[in-house]
């Protein structure tokens, strides 16, 4: 009898290797996946964006639950409704674990996900509106407040009396009569209002039977990550630094370029962080826009400086303190007064900056061989025959005609000679006699005559 091959030894022990890991693996594959994202901040433009892309990306990896750790004493409403709406509609399970605090805005957030969970000395509640002094908004927003508290909590089978009593005073006999509703994590508990008590993430897992679940935390890509660093109070004041200074050199030397391409990337810079985040809008966007176009006819088109210019200037200064705060068409009720003098800083602190730079750096500037080229070095000497201006003190009293419509400047013909005019008063028609009354340094004044 032959004996069995080595060969056929070994594929038989790795095809029974396989059989036995198969099931193992399987099961390893089949692991639900549970997608962590914090929210630790104002519920502002930025925090409403980063929840949007966190639940992107939980559903881009096809998360199984979904998990907030929140800790927030509130903000704007308008951007919590939104992430409202969003946890609402999310098709997989939604749990949120309070580390501390969900007050306002953060309660509002909290009873919008399917399972709530509190640590140990935790708060939710507490959600009446309160304008930019924090003194109570008027009836007509605690009125919506209310009423998406209520349909909120009916959506998830709580208690729809309790949550609207968290925004205004109620007499129900389970409170105390006349004080907004705030609940501890005992009181939440008992009222139906959580699920449980837990000390941790992993103490969150453990009670909703996901100890052995991969948890995958989510975390900002680098374009978003640039996102928020142009978002920092310092790089936005450098970048109005150089679009304001940008600007002032491009309005002294018209037409060199860089300068005002230098305060156009500095722009977009600027705006686009803002706009992605929610707090540049797109009329805003429009006025600095506006803003510079008004700049550009001045420099450009219209002679001198005056209403276009100083248009131009306000409505970009004003278009870049609109972009740092979070109003809503000039409704400035929920904007702090910190957060919006904290943009006027930055704005003249970056023009104040600009003003600097260009004090310090305008010498070495003119200096510099490239603007070295610009400059015209050749005298042209009055003992050579130059002259500034052309002698037409000969000319006052000549007759000729409009060679030219003269609206109200044009040319003259005088003696077979052509001269650049201007009419005292009105237009003057091609062909009409004119008569010279006076001459100016480059011109003549003329009058028409009958």
Not at 363 to 390: A, C, D, P, T, W
Request: glycine fraction near 8%; charged fraction near 20%.
């Amino acid at each position: 009898m032959k004996s069995i091959p080595k060969r056929l030894h070994v594929q038989l022990l790795c095809l029974l290797l396989c059989t036995l890991l198969l099931p193992i693996s399987a099961l390893a594959q089949q692991r639900p996946k549970v997608f962590l994202f914090r929210i630790g901040a104002e519920i502002d433009p930025r925090t409403n964006r980063y929840s949007e892309l966190a639940l992107e990306e939980a559903t881009r990896i096809e998360a199984d639950h979904i998990l907030l750790e929140l800790d927030t004493y509130g903000g704007a409403v308008n951007d919590a409704d939104e992430i409202r709406k969003r946890l609402l509609e999310y098709p997989k399970p939604v749990y949120v674990f309070i580390n501390k605090n969900a007050a306002s805005a953060g309660a509002l957030i909290s009873i919008a996900c399917d399972s709530i969970y509190m640590a140990p000395g935790a708060n939710i509640g507490a959600a009446t509106v309160v304008g930019a002094d924090g003194v109570a908004a008027p009836g007509k927003y605690q009125s919506y407040m209310r009423s998406i508290m209520r349909s909120t909590a009916e959506a998830n089978g709580r208690n729809p009396h309790l949550a609207e009593a968290m925004v205004e005073a109620s007499v129900d006999s389970t409170l105390s009569a006349g004080q907004v509703l705030t609940l501890t994590t005992s009181e939440a508990i008992k009222y139906g209002f959580c699920e449980g008590k837990a000390s941790s993430i992993n103490d969150v897992l453990q009670q909703v039977g996901l100890q052995d679940a991969e948890l995958v935390k989510f975390e900002l890509d680098t374009v978003d990550k640039v996102i928020s660093f142009f978002l920092n109070p310092l790089i936005s004041g450098l970048l109005l630094l150089i679009i304001i200074g940008g600007l002032y050199f491009e309005l002294q030397t018209p037409g060199v370029g860089f300068p005002l391409l230098a305060a156009l990337v500095a722009a977009v810079f600027y705006l686009t962080p803002y706009y992605l985040n929610g707090l540049a809008e797109n009329w805003e966007i429009l006025l600095f826009i506006l803003g510079l176009v008004l700049l550009g006819l001045e420099v450009f088109v219209i002679p001198g400086f005056g209403v276009t210019g100083i248009s131009g200037i306000i409505l970009v200064f004003l278009s870049l303190v609109l972009v740092m705060v979070n109003n809503q068409n000039f409704d400035f009720t929920f904007v702090a007064s910190k957060a919006l003098m904290q943009s006027l800083i930055a704005v003249f602190v970056g023009m104040i900056g600009a003003l600097l730079l260009i004090v310090l750096s305008w010498n070495r500037m003119v200096g510099s061989k490239s603007m070295q080229r610009l400059i015209l070095h050749k005298k042209f000497e009055s003992e050579e025959g130059y002259r500034s201006s052309y002698a037409a003190s000969h000319l006052i009293g000549k007759t000729g005609v409009a060679h030219t419509r003269m609206a109200p400047t044009g040319r003259v013909l005088i003696d077979d000679t052509l001269y650049d005019a201007h009419a005292r008063e009105g237009f003057i028609e091609r062909g009409e006699p004119i008569q010279v009354i006076e001459h100016t340094t480059f011109s003549l004044k003329v009058k028409k005559v009958s």
